[in-house]
Nanobody, 122 residues
């Protein structure tokens, strides 16, 4: 069992930056692929970024590539999402997720956090 708690969301102006954190409980954090997803009002939850168990492999949605960076610290059981050059269309609730399969499909993830709101004003 893994419990995930996101933090770091908030209100920021377009062009600004935020850093999201996701703290995981449990001793097996390092075995999981970690993903960030987001869901805007009235839209499906969509993939943002993933990182494999060691941090050696990452993958991004085209919409955030070059602006967002995912990283992890297995010693702290934490995964991060650094978000730069934020746009109003990045506004959403951001969720972290843990799974055993390295993939961008939300259905492959077994554990989810409660989400943190990110609002980007124009």
């Amino acid at each position: 069992q893994v419990q995930l708690v996101e933090s770091g969301g908030g209100l920021v102006q377009a062009g600004g930056s935020l850093r999201l954190s996701c703290a995981a409980s449990g001793r097996t954090f390092s075995r999981y692929t970690m993903g960030w997803f987001r869901q805007a009002p009235g839209k499906e939850r969509e993939f943002v970024a993933i990182i494999n168990w060691s941090g050696g492999s990452t993958y991004y949605a085209d919409s955030v590539k070059g602006r967002f960076t995912i990283s992890r610290d297995n010693g702290k059981n934490t995964v991060y999402l650094q978000m730069n050059s934020l746009k109003p269309e990045d506004t959403a609730v951001y969720y972290c997720a843990a799974g055993e399969i390295y993939g961008a499909t939300k259905y492959t993830y077994d554990y989810w956090g409660q989400g943190t709101q990110v609002t980007v004003s124009s």
